[in-house]
């Protein structure tokens, strides 16, 4: 697994966990021939705004991993989310239909040398996209242990959601 192999490898990286917003309306009412297709739109656009070094997965039915090797600055991953947000919320024309969705992602930094398991980076990564979810969507958080503290107490999360828009 990539994400096991860049722990113990000791290098920084950046784990984005990325959730498909409205994506069950496409599968309702357009039926799943349209939610695979933009399933297949959505890796296209995750593939084009990330690096040839980046790890692209999808891990579920709408949500995917994005690994960034080597990523320590929060602004370049706030840049490569927004392109990715701002990708996804333009309609994808499917059989004459407009099928429109969104993301939330959530995302965590791993610094160089830094202990941890990939279970623990998924988890922090999965609770800052639960952060952006509950923010209203179509957002980015960066983890924060603060956000975990909520999760746990039942409280909604207070964390970082990166509302800024590129000029």
């Given at each position: ?30 039926g799943?021939?349209a ?43 706030h840049?490569g ?43 922090d ?42 000029a």
């Amino acid at each position: 697994m990539v994400l096991e192999r860049k722990i113990s490898s000791g290098e920084a990286f950046a784990l984005m966990h990325i959730d498909l917003d409205y994506f069950k309306a496409v599968n309702d009412t357009l039926g799943h021939a349209a939610g695979d297709y933009v399933l297949q739109k959505v890796a296209e656009v995750m593939v084009a705004e990330t690096r040839d070094t980046d790890t692209v997965a999808r891990v579920g039915g709408d949500e995917f991993t994005v690994i960034l090797p080597k990523v320590r600055s929060e602004e370049v991953l706030h840049r490569g989310g927004r392109r990715i947000i701002d990708r996804l919320e333009g309609p994808i024309p499917f059989e004459g239909e407009e099928c429109r969705i969104s993301a939330s992602i959530g995302t965590v930094s791993i610094q160089a040398g830094e202990a941890g398991t990939p279970e623990q980076a998924l988890s922090d990564a999965d609770v800052a996209l639960y952060a952006s979810k509950h923010a209203g969507r179509a957002q980015q958080t960066f983890y924060d242990p603060s956000l975990r503290k909520a999760a746990n107490a039942g409280q909604p999360p207070k964390g970082r959601p990166d509302r800024r828009k590129e000029a």
